[in-house]
């Protein structure tokens, strides 16, 4: 089974303007969690997707949104970028993402940097 | 709300040398606790991942982790270090119901040949 595959794996922005990311999640599953990294602030859980609906979301400012198509991919935008929004961007699939006892599965991520 | 404290920043240890990466929990309920790894460029891979029951949780790669309830405390254990084994590890815990996992800052670990 293909796991949670991430597109692009690397973007260069420069600071005003957005970003889309993807991200396809394990086949059959049907939650999709984004998570953004960076050196200062760590792991951080930004918002969870299930049957195309947001079902939970971090303490992110609402430049960062995110949509889950019927297919289960999900797309990740963030407009008006800023240069604090360099890092990794992880995407991560569980079969219906009812909390911990479903497993996550992580995509390599996609590696944003902010001019 | 739940946090995690991974104390060591960097571990170096020889091949082949037991390892023993520390991580400490806060949470008011049971938690549900995990230990990831990431090899750089990549995502995390999910090595072991504690509920409920035994405390003593095997995991892949020949790691192993104890939950301490008394001590709030998960710490990971490999009896012997391979040098495939270099990489980042996460400790995180889990709350009942969502996807909001907290992640400890991480451990970054050096294996010495």
């Known amino acids: 089974k293909a796991g949670v595959t991430q597109t692009p794996r690397y973007l260069i922005k420069t600071r005003g303007q957005q970003v889309t990311l993807s991200c396809s999640p394990i086949s059959g599953h049907r939650s999709v969690s984004w998570y953004q990294q960076t050196p200062g602030q760590g792991l951080q859980f930004l918002f969870e997707?299930?049957?195309?609906?947001?079902?939970n979301k971090g303490n992110f400012p609402g430049r960062f949104s995110g949509r889950q198509f019927s297919n289960s991919r999900s797309e990740m935008n963030v407009s008006t970028l800023e240069l604090g929004d360099s890092a990794l961007y992880l995407c991560?699939?569980?079969?219906?993402?009812?909390?911990?006892?479903?497993?996550?599965?992580f995509g390599p991520g996609t590696r944003l940097t902010v001019l | 709300a739940q946090s995690v404290t991974q104390p060591d920043i960097h571990i170096t240890v020889s091949e082949g040398a037991s390892l023993e990466l520390r991580c400490n929990y806060s949470y008011g309920a049971t938690p549900y606790l995990f230990w990831y790894v990431q090899s750089p460029g990549q995502g995390l891979q999910l090595l072991l991942k504690y509920f409920s029951g035994d405390t003593l949780v095997q995991g892949i790669k020949g790691f192993e982790a104890e939950f301490k309830r008394s001590q709030s405390s998960f710490n990971l254990r490999k009896p012997s270090v391979h040098w495939s084994d270099a990489a980042e590890y996460f400790c995180?815990?889990?709350?009942?119901?969502?996807?909001?996992?907290?992640f400890g800052a991480g451990t970054r670990l050096t294996v010495k040949p």
């Open positions: 995180a815990v889990g709350a009942r119901g969502n996807n909001d996992m907290r």
């Open positions: 991560a699939s569980s079969l219906v993402g009812m909390g911990p006892t479903d497993t996550q599965y």
């Open positions: 997707y299930f049957s195309e609906t947001q079902r």
